[in-house]
C-alpha cells in the first residue's frame, strides 16, 4: 500500500539553529492512527509543522499524499493542505470572527455551498457543545472551549489527514474521552490520525493506535514498541513537565 | 475554490473589517485623482487649443504696405493686390478698408482721426495655399512696393505654441508621476496590511487558501477605498474644470477659449479615476501575491 506520508533520513532546523529533528524514518499508511508523545521540547510540533506544510524539511526526503514535498512548487501545496485538518497547540482562532464562522472556514475555503456550510457547522458545534455559543468571539470563550473549537475547525471539512497537537490539554477527562471518542470514530471512516499528546493515559482508548516517542529530535523507540502505555509514574511526570 | 472569491459578506469578514474613512488611503487617492484629472485636462486642452489655433493661422498671412508717400500707397496697395489675385498659389485676397484699419486702431488712437497727419499703412489679407513658396511671394510683393511687409502670423505663433506644447506635456507627465505616486502608495498600505492581519493570513495560509483568494481579500478590502476616494477626486476635478472653462470663456481669447475641452477630451479624463482604481488594485493584488511567494 502506498504509504500517506514517508519521512527518509528527514531533518529538520529553524534557521541556523541545530537540528530540531534528526533522521526522522517512518510511514504512515492510510487509515493509521498514530500517537506521537516525548517530553516536552522533543519536536512533535515540529514533525506536526512538516506534516501540515509549514515547513519543508531541512535534509532528507519526506512524501506526503505521494508529492516529494521538499521539491513540490508551491503552488500545488494549497491544495495538499485543503486535505488536512490541524488542532494547533495554541488553538490559532481568528479573533475576530465568531465561533461559527472560524469552525466554517474551511468549507468556505473548500468553496462549500453557504446552506450546506450552515448545516454541518451547526451540527458540529452541538457536538462539541457550543451551539449555544455560536456567535461568541473566541477570546470570551474559555480554554476548554476553544480547544473544543479548534477541534471542531479540524475535522469540519473531513480531512484525509488530521494533526491534532496536545488536543486534551485543556478540557477535564471525560470531555477529552469524548474529543477522543470523535478522532476515534473520524479515523474508523477513514480519517489518518496522528495525535502529539503527554496524556498518556489516553493511549489506550484507541487500542489500534500506533505509539511513536520523539526524545530530543530523534524517533526514541522502534514504532509500536510503546503499544502498551508506560505506567501511571511516568504518566505523573510528563503531566508534571508540561 | 471560485466561491472563495465571490463577493459575499461572510467570506470577506476573514480578515478583520477596518473602518477605511480612518486611514488615510482614500483620500489620498482622491487627491492623486483630483490632481492627475486635472493635469490630464490641462494637457488635452492645451494640446487641442494649440492645435486649433495653429490649424486657424496655417496659411493666413497679411502684407503690410508702408508708404510715407500718400499718392503712392494706394497705387501700390493696388498693385500688390492684383498680383496677389492672380498668383496661383494665393486666395482669399481681401483689402481692408480705411474704416476697418481705423476701427482696428481706435483702441490705441482714441478716435481722433489721424488718417492726414499720421501716415496710415495699407493692409491686405489673404491665404496661401498648401505648400506655397513665401520668399518667392514676398520678391514679388517688395518688386512692386519695397516697404511692403509680410506677416505670415507664424513669428508669435511658434512661441507660444512650443510654449502650450510643453506645458501640455509637463500636465501629461505630472499625471504619470502622480500614478507612480499612487502605486507606491498602495504597496505600502498593503504590507503595512500584510503584517497587521499576519495570523490570520498565516492561518488562512495553512488551511489550503490559494494566494490568489488572500490577494482577493485584500482587493476586495481597497476596491470600495479607491472607488470612493477616486469618485470624489474626480467630481472635485471636474467642478474646477468646468469653473476655469467660464474663466476661460470670459477672456474671449483666441488661445485659451480654443483651450476648451473637447468631447473626445471628457472620455479621457473619465479614464483617470478608472485607471486609479485598476491600477491601484492591480498593484494591491501584485504586492500581496509577492509577499505570500516567501512563505511555504
Ligand atoms: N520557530 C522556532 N524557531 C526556533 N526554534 C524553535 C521554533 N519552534 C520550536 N523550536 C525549537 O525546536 C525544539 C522542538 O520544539 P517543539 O515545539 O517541536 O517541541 P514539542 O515536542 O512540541 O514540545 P511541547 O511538548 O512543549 O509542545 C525546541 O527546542 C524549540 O525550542
Ligand atoms: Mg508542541
New interface residues.
Partial sequence: MEPLARFENVGLRYGTDAEVLRDISFRLDPGAFLFLVGPSGAGKTSLLKLLYLDRRPTRGRFTLFGENIGAAPRTKLPALRRRIGVVFQDFRLLDHLSAFDNVALPLRIGGVAEAEVAAHVEELLDWVGLARRRDARPRTLSGGEQQRLAIARAVIARPDLLLADEPTGNVDPEMAGRLLHLFHELNRLGTTVVVATHALQLLPKVPAATIMKLDRGEIADPVGALRNPPAPPETRAAGAAR | ????LQP?A??Y?????ERAARTALPWIVALMVFLATLGVAAGIGLGSGVGALGRDFRGEITVQIVEPNPDLLPRQRDAVAAMLRSDGQVSGVRVLAEAELNRLLEPWLGGADLGDTLPMPAMIDARLDRGADLDRLERRVRALSPGAVIDDHARWFAPIGTLAAVLAGIALLAAVLLAAATAAIVVLGTRAGLSRHH??I??????????S?VAALFQYRLARTALIGATTGFLLAVAVILLVGRLLANIGSGLVSASYLPLWGWAALLLVPVGAVALALYTSRLTVERAL?HS?
Fill in positions: 475554490m471560485n466561491s472563495f459575499r461572510e467570506r469578514r476573514y480578515l478583520p473589517r495570523e490570520s498565516a492561518v488562512l495560509h495553512l488551511m489550503g487558501a490559494e494566494d483568494s511567494r511555504l
